[in-house]
């Protein structure tokens, strides 16, 4: 039976090139965009399904309730200008979109998981959010991911060893987001989550990788 796998930003960058990597793996794949063009698109190209899902609003995730799905991964991320003092609106977005989306969606999603005694979560992070790395980033992206990766260990309490959750930094890559000087492309960047996405039963849980690597936080 075909695993089920939600992305989410998976219209393009990142999020897309997992999409497409769980699709060649044979699961039952949809993906979210806020754009209606942009994610039929995607669809079609993928070969999945998509959905329509804004992160930052908590009513267009109530549409995932009940569903089954094995597999997890927040990708979508935004990325505000400016600094804090000047721009606080990007704090309250960035946490909205990294923090209390991805949130929502574990809290939606898990039970189905536990119940099924299967489930791979991956929440996609940066190294700007490691405090081993200096906290960096604009405005409040680093403050949200660091938010994540704290997200990420906390909730190995509330979840059995058969649901893996771990978080992940894809390094600088060639997106809309990282900008086209990046080094590595979305599907360098897309191994490790796709990696941690179908881990075997042994596989680690709470941790946080880089090119399958564990990093520190």
């Given at each position: 039976?075909?695993?089920?796998?939600?992305?989410?930003?998976?219209?393009?960058?990142?999020?897309?090139?997992?999409?497409?990597?769980?699709?060649?793996?044979?699961?039952?794949?949809?993906?979210?965009?806020?754009d209606a063009a942009e994610g039929e698109e995607a669809a079609r190209a993928l070969g999945?399904?998509?959905?329509?899902?804004?992160?930052?609003?908590?009513?267009?995730?109530?549409?995932?309730?009940?569903?089954?799905?094995?597999?997890?991964?927040?990708?979508?991320?935004?990325?505000?200008?400016?600094?804090?003092?000047?721009?606080?609106?990007?704090?309250?977005?960035?946490?909205?979109?990294?923090?209390?989306?991805?949130?929502?969606?574990i809290h939606t999603l898990a039970p189905g998981m536990i119940a099924r005694d299967y489930?791979?979560?991956?929440?996609?992070?940066s190294g700007w959010g490691a405090f081993a790395e200096g906290l960096e980033g604009p405005?409040?992206?680093?403050?949200?991911?660091?938010?994540?990766?704290?997200?990420?260990?906390?909730?190995?309490?509330?979840?059995?060893?058969?649901?893996?959750?771990?978080?992940?930094?894809?390094?600088?890559?060639?997106?809309?987001?990282?900008?086209?000087?990046?080094?590595?492309?979305?599907?360098?960047?897309?191994?490790?989550?796709?990696?941690?996405?179908?881990?075997?039963?042994?596989?680690?849980?709470?941790?946080?990788?880089?090119?399958?690597?564990?990093?520190?936080?």
């Amino acid at each position: 039976m075909a695993r089920t796998a939600l992305v989410t930003g998976g219209n393009r960058g990142i999020g897309r090139a997992i999409a497409s990597g769980l699709v060649a793996r044979g699961a039952e794949v949809t993906i979210t965009a806020r754009d209606a063009a942009e994610g039929e698109e995607a669809a079609r190209a993928l070969g999945c399904r998509w959905v329509r899902a804004d992160l930052s609003d908590p009513a267009s995730l109530e549409q995932f309730r009940g569903q089954s799905c094995d597999v997890l991964v927040n990708n979508a991320g935004i990325l505000p200008q400016g600094s804090l003092l000047d721009n606080p609106q990007g704090f309250f977005d960035a946490m909205a979109v990294m923090v209390d989306g991805p949130f929502r969606l574990i809290h939606t999603l898990a039970p189905g998981m536990i119940a099924r005694d299967y489930g791979r979560i991956v929440n996609l992070s940066s190294g700007w959010g490691a405090f081993a790395e200096g906290l960096e980033g604009p405005n409040a992206y680093g403050i949200a991911k660091a938010a994540l990766n704290a997200m990420t260990l906390a909730f190995t309490r509330d979840l059995p060893d058969s649901v893996k959750i771990n978080a992940m930094c894809p390094g600088w890559v060639r997106t809309r987001m990282g900008g086209p000087a990046a080094r590595i492309s979305a599907e360098e960047g897309a191994d490790t989550a796709l990696w941690l996405a179908t881990l075997a039963d042994d596989g680690p849980t709470g941790g946080f990788f880089r090119r399958r690597e564990p990093i520190p936080w």
